[in-house]
Every structure is written in C-alpha cells, then in structure tokens.
C-alpha cells in the first residue's frame, strides 16, 4: 500500500474543502435568491412599485357588530382550509364583577349567537383578529430558510415554494395568527390579499366588512384618510411589551384583549 | 376527533404542530452531549477508573449524533426542502444555526473516534484482504504510520478534540434549550434558564444512559462490570442531577413568585394537563427516587456488595432516563397545550402508535443508534482493553478494582 504524505492530504483536503464552499456560496441558494430579485427599486410585481407604499390595518372595534362577512370572504378569496383562519373574530362579554367571558366559535365565520348567561354582563363587543404584519416580526426572525419575509410595502409573506414547514414561526407569532396549512404543508397566513392591494384593491376583509370596521391605511400616501387617523388618534396594538411592533392598529381597544 | 377544549383558545390554537418528534430531538440531542462528557471525563478530565468506556462512550455520542436529525426531517411538512436550511440559511434564525452548530459537533467527533481507533483501522487493513481491505486502508486515509511516535501525536490530537467538544457540545445542546428559551411569545418556553435546564438534563440522560449501556454491553460480552466504573458515573450521575432539578423547581418557583400574567394558565397547565407527567413523574418518581438510590450509591457503595450497588445504580438510571424524557414532553408538548390567549388549554396530545410522527417511527429512531453501536463493534471493537484485562485475568469477578490499563 501505497503511503500519502501529509502534504499532498493536506492539498487534497483543502482542494475538497474549496470545492464545498463553491458549491454552498454559487449553488442552489443563490439560484433561489436569483429567482426572487428583490430591492434595487425594482419590484417584482410589474408596473406596481412596493417602494412607494407602506401598508397598516386599523381596526374600529368599537364598529364591529360580528357578522363574520370579514371571515367568510377571507376564506371564499384565499381558500382558507376548513378549522384554520386567516381572520376571525372574538367576543367578549365582560360582567358586572370585571370576569371576561371569551368566545369565537368557528372564527365567527357564521356570526354569533346569544349566549345564556346568569351573570349580569356589563359590557361586551367585538374584536376582529387577524395578522398583525409586525414591522419587526418574529416570525420572520425565526424562520430558518427566509420563507417568510416582511416585503418593502409592509406585508408579511410566506413564500410556499420555499417553506420547509418546520413550525418554527408558528410557535415564534404571539398572536396565533399563522397555521399550517394542511394542504400545501407550509405556513399560512394572511396576506393583506397582497394579490389585490397591488392592483389598488381593498383587502377581501376590508371589502367586505358592512360597518367600516376593518380599514387598510397607506402610510406613504399623504392624503390616506385612513393613515390620518392612525397618525392622529388614540391608536393600541395588541400585546405592545413583545415590541414586535404590530401594523394593525384598534381604536377602543380593551385591557381583556391581547 | 373533538377536542376537549377548556376555556377560550385563539381559533388557529387548537393543534399540535410539535409532535412526540420534537420531544425526541432534545432527548437523543441530549444523549449525544450527556455521552461525550462521559467521554471527556476519561479523556480529559482523568477519571481513569472511566476507561472501560472511554472508547464506548464517544463512539456512542456518535451513533445518537447520526439519528439525531431524523425526528426533525421526519416533522418537516416538506422534507424534501430540509437541504434549505444548509443552502439559504437565514442568518437571524436561531434553527437556521443548527446546520452549523451539528456539523460542527459532529466534524470533532468523527475526527476524534478517528484518532482513538486510527491504530485499530490501521491494523484492520493491514490484516484483511478484499473488500474489507479496501475500505478499511481508505478508513485509514491510506496512512499506515502506527510507531509510538505517531500514536503519542494521536493522543494529544484526542485531548485537544476532546477540549474543544466539550464547549461544543455543550453548545449545541445548550442551543437546543435557546430554540425554546428564546420565543417570547411563548411564556413557558421564553426562559434565559432554558438553555442552562436543557443542557444539565442532557447530561444527566447522558450519564444515565451510559450506565445502562455500559452494564448491557458487559452481559453481552460475559465481562466483568466493574464497580468502580459504576460507582465513579454514579456520583456525577447524582452530582448532575441535583443540579438539574434544582434548576427545574428554581423555575417553577420564579414563576410562581412573581405571579406574572403567564402564571395563571401555567397553573391550571401544570395541574391538569401536566399533573401526571411534571409533578408524579418529572418532580416525584423521576427526581426523589433516584436522588434518594444515588444517595445509597455515593455513600455507602463502597460498603454493600457490586451486584447491590449496579442494581440500585441502574434502576436511578432508568428512573433518570424517564425523567429527562418527561421533563423534554412536559417543555415541547405543555408549551403547546395553552393557548397564546392565555385564556385557555387544548385537550391532551396523544400520539398514536402507527402515526407518521407516533410512537412506532419514535422507537424505531431510538433503536437505530444500538444498530450502528452493534455494528461499530463488529469492525472495530470498542471494549479491546477490557476484553485484553479480562484474558489477562487483571479483572475477573464483579467485585475486581480497577487494574491499571495500558488504554
């Protein structure tokens, strides 16, 4: 047998060492970012340029009555699987003694019916729900393969081609907003109906909401009515001590809710 | 199935997404850091009475090391994409980290089993012929240098590899706990003590495991178990896990001082749906019990006879293996039983036998890891210098001391 120095091993080695690198820093990963360009100014999106908007939801809670239209067209627009929402909304009714009593059967998709109940309620209302769109998102820090992304107009995404479907952002978003889709086996979540608000659409939720709860603001337009209002008025996010700095906003928020 | 749901939970609540897989990941992870410290004691730390496993040890940390992704690949909804994770890593994702942090664990203690047993692969190629030949003089890298010059570098090499994995295990398993530690969303979870549980616990399913492997690997060979070797991985056995409980009560008791938002539902966790597995299992039977047979062992085992002292030593063992086991399902399973309303709790996870991500696929995992031991062995003996003390009749009944090795 033959013997190798340790010289030519060594050259050997480092010759297959290099040969890795090549492969990770030229291979597959960068044909995945090459398929999806991103920044430059230029948009994927056509004539449509993410650099001139910044989106925000403000939610009037103080409007909704809980029909659950919101919740019925997310899930006619974006073929929400059955048993998982990209939306919903939850009822509080919150007796004399200050105990809250919580419920949104089946996301509220079919409204709400009244409840039978001893104790004196003194107050009660609606919250809509849906993702937050955190500017500084923990989903989005803490997926592994970037699949998840907060684009340059403000919208969190989940791109499914690349999503592993590790889980990891769904037990990373305090506000249980994310699921795995069972049909695709990856994260999904509410897009702002970012097919629609690139072609100057509202939202399905917003649409369809028949009281002006849901509101869908652009911070980058001057003249936003909307963003007017988030910018002027007594505006709470939920869970504001995580610091995930959340893009929804709610007017008559209350303590009961996080 | 309808759950049995108490209180309110977000809509998107109701499921499980961390399966028994993820409680095995930290478990076998764990074995993998707890064996090799068994392993650094012998070699770096100069418990020479550890030298029957000094080899065995190491190689063991590699064979859980080798299954120690499959649990996680087998849970990917798309595990065809698991590869993403190496090629498009995101860089502020603490699991984008592991890709490295295994590689890196796992590159020492290929290099390090390489070193140990080099002599052994050596002299294997130079006494086969054929196929077996073949492989064994490219195990070998084709260097056939075995004079004691060359075997003295190899020694040092092992030190220094064994000095560098210790932080490296303990850093890859310590990451394990940050994966947990470091979501704030979740507040059973969100702890800095984490990583510091997670990585204690590691070594104290390591060290347990290690005694039983050691003691089964003795019955199968006809040797003798020698009572010191027992008795030196019981005391660690007993010193670590008093560590780890402590640290897992300190927990508790934090929480519940500070009586924060969290605690209410981590009480009503922690007494229903957790009231079997943490407090019966993880702080009862799983933690009093051996501390109190460890307590025998420690104190009185040079006084009462080998076979009594292997038996209490293995049963806090088996006890100590359940306990990690519990205290891994009570993190990854309980952390997903509340809702992150914190207004209520989902019904019970049951795997099921046959599931994808059940019981049968888990033991399976588990067992693969006796299956690349029993093949080690095969090729490249683990136990040789017992096996050489035995015929050379330096030990002979359970009760021998330690004869001083050649290893």
């Known amino acids: 047998m033959d013997n190798v120095s340790r010289r030519e091993f060594l050259g050997k080695a480092a010759l297959a060492a290099g040969g890795c690198a090549v492969f990770v820093l030229l291979g597959p990963g960068q044909a995945v970012r090459a398929a999806h360009p991103v920044g430059e100014g230029g948009s994927p999106l056509g004539d449509y340029d993410w650099e001139q908007h910044r989106y925000a939801y403000l939610i009037d809670a103080q409007k909704c009555i809980g029909c659950g239209m919101c919740v019925k067209a997310c899930k006619a627009e974006n073929k929400v699987p059955d048993g998982n929402f990209r939306t919903w909304i939850e009822r509080y009714e919150i007796s004399e003694d200050g105990e809250a009593e919580v419920d949104s059967p089946n996301g509220g998709l079919n409204g709400f019916e009244e409840n039978v109940t001893h104790v004196k309620i003194a107050k009660a209302f609606f919250v809509p729900k849906t993702c937050n769109h955190c500017a500084a998102a923990p989903c989005v820090q803490v997926c592994p393969v970037g699949a998840t992304y907060r684009t340059k107009d403000g919208v969190v995404l989940v791109d499914p081609k690349h999503c592993v479907g590790c889980g990891y952002c769904i037990q990373a978003c305090p506000y249980a907003v994310r699921f795995l889709n069972p049909e695709t086996r990856t994260a999904d979540k509410c897009t702002l109906c970012y097919h629609r608000v690139t072609k100057g659409l509202k939202p399905a939720c917003v649409a369809a909401c028949p009281v002006g709860a849901r509101q869908l603001a652009d911070m980058k337009d001057q003249f936003d009515p909307v963003r007017k209002r988030i910018i002027t008025e007594r505006v709470a996010v939920l869970q504001p001590e995580l610091l995930t700095e959340p893009q929804c906003f709610y007017l008559a928020l209350d303590k009961e809710v996080r | ?407």
């Open chain 2, 1 to 407: 199935m309808i759950p049995e749901l108490q209180g309110f939970l977000f809509p998107n609540d109701i499921h499980i997404h961390w399966s028994l897989m993820i409680v095995l990941y930290p478990y076998v992870t764990g074995l993998v850091a707890g064996a090799f410290i068994v392993s650094s004691l012998y070699h770096v730390f100069g418990r020479k009475e550890l030298w029957p496993i000094g080899r065995f040890s190491l190689v063991a940390s590699f064979a859980f090391m080798s299954v120690a992704t499959l649990p996680l690949i087998n849970h990917l909804g798309h595990p065809e994409r698991a590869f993403n994770i190496m090629i498009t890593p995101s860089s502020s994702s603490a699991m984008a980290g592991f890709g490295l942090a295994y590689n890196w664990y796992l590159m020492i203690l290929i290099l390090e089993i390489w070193f140990v047993f080099r002599k052994d692969i050596v002299l294997t190629a130079r006494q086969s012929r054929g196929f077996k030949r073949f492989v064994f003089s490219w195990l070998a890298l084709r260097t056939y240098d075995i004079s004691d010059e060359a075997l003295r570098t190899d020694h040092k090499i092992v030190t220094v590899l064994t000095a560098i994995g210790i932080p490296s295990a303990c850093f890859l398993h310590g990451y394990v706990g940050f994966l947990f530690g470091a979501l704030k969303a979740n507040p059973w979870w969100s702890t800095p003590l984490m990583p510091v549980i997670f990585l204690f616990s590691a070594v104290v399913s390591g060290i347990a495991a290690m005694i039983l492997m050691y003691m089964a690997a003795m019955a199968l060979k006809g040797l003798p178990i020698l009572r010191q070797t027992v008795a030196t991985m019981a005391s660690w056995l007993w010193l670590f896990m008093i560590l780890t409980v402590t640290l897992e009560i300190l927990e508790i008791i934090t929480l519940s001082y500070e009586s924060s938002e969290a605690w209410v539902i981590i009480r009503q966790l922690l007494t229903t749906r957790l009231s079997f597995s943490f407090i019966s299992v993880q702080l009862i039977i799983g933690s009093l019990i051996p501390f109190i047979l460890l307590l025998i062992v420690v104190l009185l085992g040079s006084q009462m006879k080998a076979r009594v002292q292997n038996i209490l030593a293995a049963a806090a063992s088996s006890i100590l293996l359940i306990q990690v086991f519990s205290m891994r399902w009570n993190v990854v399973i309980g952390g997903q039983l509340f809702s992150k309303s914190l207004r209520g709790l989902r019904s019970m996870y049951d795997p099921g036998f046959f599931e994808k991500e059940g019981i049968l696929p888990a033991l399976l995992i588990l067992s693969l890891p006796f299956v690349i031991l029993v093949v080690f062995e095969r090729f490249l003996p683990m136990f040789r210098s017992v096996e050489e003390a035995y015929a050379r009749g330096e030990i002979a009944a359970e009760d021998a001391e330690p004869a001083e090795s050649a290893h």
